[in-house]
């Protein structure tokens, strides 16, 4: 159980702030790699995305729009007779802040060298994603939930939290050719990164800076 949501002072979209309550669920240490995704493209008879000349079994892949993430999870459920899936935005923050009340999960700044980001004070280049693993993970054992990569989730974007479910299921309804992305990525700010900052792209596009983070049910 958890409080969901900011203050507002970032956004409306961001309220209001509201108690969910989630059913037990798995969630991938890491982002997706390219060679985890490649695997799917092969099976599948798909692109492979482009990483840019970046190792592909250690660099989150992008470029996958939320269209492909969603099969890659049905592709990946089909092949290992377990339930894999994109995960529902509440679930995501409740993971995401593994406890914590804070904007961050270490806490109420941004600090140094906790995530990958432009303003984050890491000696790492951040013109590129970073190898998953390269920060500290949360308390929950989760790598890279805040930079690095945005993280595709199952809901449609709606404009606040009004009428949103308090049991940490899907958000449909509205306009869901817009979906819902989070945890901030390289070549943002560490505000982006705040566990309540909310972003949305289109459904069938790829994007530079939005990867894929799994749930799974138990």
């Known amino acids: 159980e958890f409080r969901m949501g900011g203050t507002g002072a970032f956004g409306a ?6 108690l969910v309550r ?11 790699t390219f060679a985890d995704y490649d695997r799917f493209a092969a099976a599948t008879g798909r692109r492979k995305p482009s990483s840019n000349g970046l190792d592909r079994k250690t660099t989150p892949v992008f470029n996958v729009s939320w269209d492909n993430a969603l099969a890659y999870a049905k592709w990946l459920s089909k092949q290992t007779g377990r339930k894999y899936r994109l995960p529902s935005e509440a679930e995501w923050e409740y993971a995401a802040r593994a406890g914590a ?15 990958h980001c432009f303003d984050c004070g890491t000696e790492l280049n951040t013109s590129r994603p970073a190898r998953v693993g390269s920060y500290p993970p949360n308390p929950f054992g989760l790598y890279d939930t805040a930079g690095n990569l945005y993280e595709w989730v199952h809901d449609c974007y709606h404009r606040n939290y009004q009428g949103a479910p308090d049991d940490g299921s899907v958000w449909e309804g509205g306009d869901c050719s817009v979906r819902v992305v989070r945890g901030g990525a390289y070549r943002s ?3 982006s990164m705040r566990v309540e900052n909310r972003e949305k792209f289109p459904s ?10 799994l749930a799974r049910d138990l």
């Not at 009340?101 to 995530?115: E, F, I, Q, R, V």
């Not at 069938?204 to 983070?213: A, M, S």
């Open 13 to 18: 979209d961001e309220t209001p702030r509201h």
């Open 22 to 32: 989630v059913r037990p669920f798995a969630m991938s240490v890491y982002e997706v």
């Open 101 to 115: 009340t804070s904007s961050y999960w270490w806490g109420t700044d941004k600090g140094k060298g906790m995530a």
């Open 189 to 191: 700010p560490a505000t």
């Open 204 to 213: 069938n596009k790829g994007q530079y800076n939005v990867g894929i983070r």
